[in-house]
C-alpha cells in the first residue's frame, strides 16, 4: 500500500480497504477504550471531513487520513463500519458502504484515539470552482439583503476551501464546513449557493458544495502539472510556470499552483460533479483554451476517479474587454461551446443575463439556476429544458442561409419581440456585414441586400454583444460562427 501512496494522483483512491459490516454501539464503545489504552499516537483526518459535513449518497464513501504505521482504523458512520491499516507512510484509507441520504448522522473514526463528527448528512455533494464570477459572494449579488434574509436552508451547506498556493501537490488544506443561515450564508459563493438551492428544492435532499476558487486566475493553474506536461501546446504554460516560480513563490498565476493547494487536498472526497465559472482570464489565449480546458476536466476525473462524472460550466457573460480584439471573448464563447463535446458535460449561456461595463454581472440567481438545470436532467434525469438553442448546421439557399439548430425545445423565439440582432454575413471576400434574421420554423435565415453570395454567418461575435435569439423555454442561445476561417487568437501561447 506505501507504494500506492507514494502518487498524489493515486493514493487516496487505491489503497486498501477493509471489509464492511454491522457494528453494534456496544462493541464499538468497547473496541475504542481497548485501542485507545493500548496505543498512544492519535489518528488525523483532512479537514475536509468535518462537524456538518454533507457525504455523497448511493456510492461507496471515501474517508482517508494517518495514524501510526501498522495502527488500525475503523470508521463507523450509520452502522456503516470499515477498516484500515496505515501504511509505511502512516496513510489509510477505508470506503464505507452507501449510506441512503438523510441526517444528522455522526462520523466516529477510532485508532489510538476517537474523533467524532457531528451532524453529519448524506446527499448531493458537488465542488464549485473558476476565478471571480464563482468567489462572488451572496453579499454582492442583486437583492442582496432579501437573498440573505431568506437564506434559512440548514439542508444545504458549504465547505469554504480557504486559498492557498502550492508548487507539489498538498495533502491537506485549510477550510470548515458552514450550514446555510442567514448569519453564515453572505460568504457563500453566489452561484455554488444558487445552484444548491435549486437542487435541494427540487430533489429534497441535503446538498454540500465545496467552495475552491480564487478571482482572476488561470485555467492552467487548476490544472496538475502531469496533465500539462502530456500536450506539446501547452509548453509556453510550462515555461512560464518555470520563469515564475521562483520570482513570486506566493502568486496563484501559476501553473497548476491551485490544483496543488486547492484540488488534490480534498480527492477523492465522494462528490456527484463539479460546476465551473472561468475563462476571463484566458481570454487572450482563446484558441489555447479549446484544448486547455477539454485537458483541465479530463485531469480532475482522472485524479477523482470516479469516471466521467457532470462537469457544468458557466459560458462567460458579455462584457467589453478594454485593450483587446473584441474577437478575443466570441473564440472563448466558441472553445466553451466545443468543449460540450466532452462527454457529461453542460453550459450555461448567460448573453442575455450579463453587464457589458461590468464583468461581475450582478445576477448570479440566474446563473445557478441555469447550472442545476443542466444537473437536473442530465444527472438526474428531470423532464426540464436545459439549454438553449446551439448551432447545429448552415445550408445556403440562394442569396440567404438557413441555420439550424439543436435544443429549440418548443421553438425559436425573439427575447423582447424585436428582430433578431447581432448576426452578421460574409461572401467569399470575408468581409461580414449586418444582416436581417428572421424565425422560420426551427431555422433562422440570414441575409443582407450586400451579399448576395453569401457563404458564412456569425452571430454575437463581439465580446459585447447581448442578442435576444433564445427558444421556448427562454433560454438564450450561444454565440456561433459557421466558417472555420483563422482565428484571432490562434497564435497565442
Known amino acids: 500500500m506505501s507504494d500506492c501512496f507514494s502518487s498524489p494522483?493515486?493514493?487516496?483512491?487505491?489503497?486498501?480497504?477493509?471489509?464492511?459490516?454491522?457494528?453494534?454501539?456496544?462493541?464499538?464503545?468497547?473496541?475504542?477504550?481497548?485501542?485507545?489504552?493500548?496505543?498512544?499516537?492519535?489518528?488525523?483526518?483532512?479537514?475536509?471531513?468535518?462537524?456538518?459535513?454533507?457525504?455523497?449518497?448511493?456510492?461507496?464513501?471515501?474517508?482517508?487520513?494517518?495514524?501510526?504505521?501498522?495502527?488500525?482504523?475503523?470508521?463507523?458512520?450509520?452502522e456503516r463500519l470499515a477498516t484500515a491499516t496505515a501504511d509505511a507512510d502512516g496513510r489509510w484509507m477505508v470506503r464505507l458502504e452507501s449510506i441512503p441520504a438523510g441526517g444528522p448522522y455522526t462520523m466516529e473514526v477510532a485508532a489510538g484515539n476517537q474523533i467524532t463528527f457531528q451532524d453529519v448528512h448524506v446527499g448531493e455533494v458537488w465542488v464549485c470552482s473558476g476565478q471571480s464570477n464563482m468567489q462572488w459572494s451572496v453579499a454582492q449579488v442583486q437583492n442582496a439583503e432579501q437573498e440573505i434574509a431568506a437564506a434559512d436552508h440548514p439542508q444545504i451547506r458549504m465547505f469554504m476551501l480557504s486559498r492557498a498556493t502550492a508548487d507539489?501537490?498538498?495533502?491537506?488544506?485549510?477550510?470548515?464546513?458552514?450550514?446555510?443561515?442567514?448569519?453564515?450564508?453572505?460568504?457563500?459563493?453566489?452561484?455554488?449557493?444558487?445552484f444548491a438551492r435549486e437542487l435541494q428544492q427540487q430533489l429534497n435532499v441535503p446538498v454540500g458544495m465545496i467552495n475552491t476558487c480564487w478571482g482572476g486566475t488561470l485555467c492552467e493553474a487548476w490544472t496538475s502539472l502531469e496533465a500539462l506536461q502530456q500536450d506539446p501546446d501547452f509548453q509556453p504554460i510550462l515555461d512560464r510556470r518555470t520563469a515564475n516560480m521562483e520570482k513570486d513563490k506566493q502568486t496563484p498565476h501559476v501553473a497548476s499552483r491551485l490544483y496543488n493547494a486547492m484540488i488534490a487536498p480534498i480527492v477523492p472526497y465522494g462528490i456527484r460533479g463539479a460546476i465551473w465559472y472561468q475563462g476571463e482570464s484566458n481570454?487572450?489565449?482563446?484558441?489555447?483554451?479549446?484544448?486547455?480546458?477539454?485537458?483541465?476536466?479530463?485531469?480532475?476525473?482522472?485524479?477523482?476517479?470516479?469516471?466521467?462524472?457532470?462537469?457544468?460550466?458557466?459560458?462567460?457573460?458579455?462584457?467589453?474587454?478594454?485593450?483587446?480584439?473584441?474577437?478575443?471573448?466570441?473564440e472563448l464563447w466558441e472553445a466553451q461551446l466545443q468543449t460540450l463535446d466532452v462527454p457529461h458535460t453542460g453550459m450555461a449561456v448567460t448573453m442575455d443575463i450579463g453587464n457589458v461595463r461590468d464583468i461581475h454581472p450582478k445576477n448570479k440567481q440566474e446563473v445557478g439556476r441555469r447550472l442545476a438545470l443542466w444537473a437536473l436532467s442530465g444527472t438526474y434525469a428531470k423532464d426540464v429544458v436545459a439549454s438553449g438553442p446551439l448551432y447545429k448546421s448552415m445550408r445556403v439557399d440562394g442569396d440567404q442561409i438557413r441555420i439550424a439548430f439543436?435544443?429549440?425545445?418548443?421553438?425559436l423565439a425573439s427575447r423582447d419581440g424585436q428582430p433578431l440582432s447581432e448576426f452578421t454575413i460574409a461572401g467569399e471576400d470575408r468581409q461580414f456585414v449586418p444582416a436581417t434574421a428572421k424565425i422560420d420554423g426551427d431555422e433562422v435565415v440570414v441575409r443582407s441586400e450586400a451579399v448576395r453570395a453569401p457563404v458564412a454567418v456569425r452571430f454575437a461575435w463581439y465580446d459585447a454583444a447581448q442578442p435576444n435569439l433564445m427558444n421556448a423555454a427562454g433560454l438564450p442561445a450561444s454565440p456561433f460562427r459557421t466558417d472555420d476561417w483563422p482565428a484571432a487568437t490562434a497564435d497565442a501561447r
Open 9 to 78: 494522483r493515486c493514493d487516496r483512491r487505491s489503497a486498501g480497504v477493509g471489509r464492511i459490516v454491522g457494528f453494534p454501539s456496544a462493541m464499538w464503545l468497547l473496541w475504542c477504550a481497548l485501542c485507545v489504552s493500548a496505543v498512544s499516537a492519535d489518528v488525523r483526518l483532512p479537514k475536509i471531513f468535518g462537524d456538518s459535513m454533507v457525504l455523497q449518497q448511493q456510492t461507496a464513501i471515501p474517508v482517508w487520513g494517518w495514524a501510526d504505521q501498522g495502527e488500525q482504523v475503523r470508521v463507523r458512520v450509520a
Open 168 to 194: 507539489e501537490p498538498k495533502d491537506d488544506c485549510q477550510g470548515d464546513w458552514r450550514v446555510c443561515r442567514p448569519a453564515t450564508v453572505s460568504d457563500f459563493s453566489a452561484v455554488g449557493y444558487f
Open 283 to 330: 481570454v487572450r489565449r482563446a484558441f489555447q483554451y479549446r484544448s486547455l480546458f477539454p485537458t483541465m476536466i479530463r485531469d480532475w476525473r482522472a485524479a477523482w476517479g470516479q469516471g466521467d462524472f457532470p462537469f457544468l460550466y458557466v459560458q462567460l457573460a458579455p462584457f467589453r474587454y478594454n485593450g483587446q480584439d473584441q474577437r478575443n471573448c466570441a
Open 406 to 411: 439543436d435544443d429549440v425545445d418548443g421553438g
